[in-house]
């Protein structure tokens, strides 16, 4: 692996206006410019500890940048990889499905729908095969719906 950063005149120039654009998270714009410190094309030789101390973080973060740009290129060395999660329970069929028991009748015996009724009934429809009341009440308040009094 290459001990140091010369970065081509495309990629200075890509990250300048990425970084004058303002359009990326904070994070990829402190990563533009830890890229552009580290790079000796233009004569400069800073050190780690340096940089550290001008972006105001640590000289591990210094060097995971330069890491990745170096194992990577500019788009690894900018850019997480996405991250999957879990796939969420309630998408918008579930969701509508909910919306719409909350708006009909509850069940007989029942004076309203409580969110472990329309957790179970969600169920029992096969919507999911399991569900938390908890996740159901996120929902709801999500869309400003509640099982008010």
Request: hydrophobic share 35%; proline share 4%.
């Amino acid at each position: 692996m290459a001990k140091h950063i010369t970065l081509p005149e495309e990629e200075r120039t890509e990250l300048s206006h990425l970084i004058k654009s303002g359009k990326h998270s904070a994070r990829v714009l402190g990563r533009a410019r830890i890229l552009l410190l580290l790079d000796r094309s233009q004569g400069e030789k800073r050190k780690l500890q340096e940089i550290a101390n001008m972006m105001l973080t640590s000289i591990g973060t210094i060097s995971n940048v330069k890491r990745r740009y170096l194992n990577g290129g500019l788009e690894h060395g900018l850019y997480d990889r996405p991250r999957p999660g879990a796939k969420p329970k309630i998408d918008g069929e579930v969701e509508a499905h909910l919306i719409a028991l909350v708006c009909s009748d509850p069940p007989e015996g029942q004076v309203r729908w409580t969110l472990r009724l329309l957790a179970d009934k969600l169920v029992e429809l096969e919507l999911v095969e399991t569900i938390s009341h908890v996740a159901i009440g996120d929902t709801l308040k999500k869309t400003n719906l509640s099982l008010g009094k």
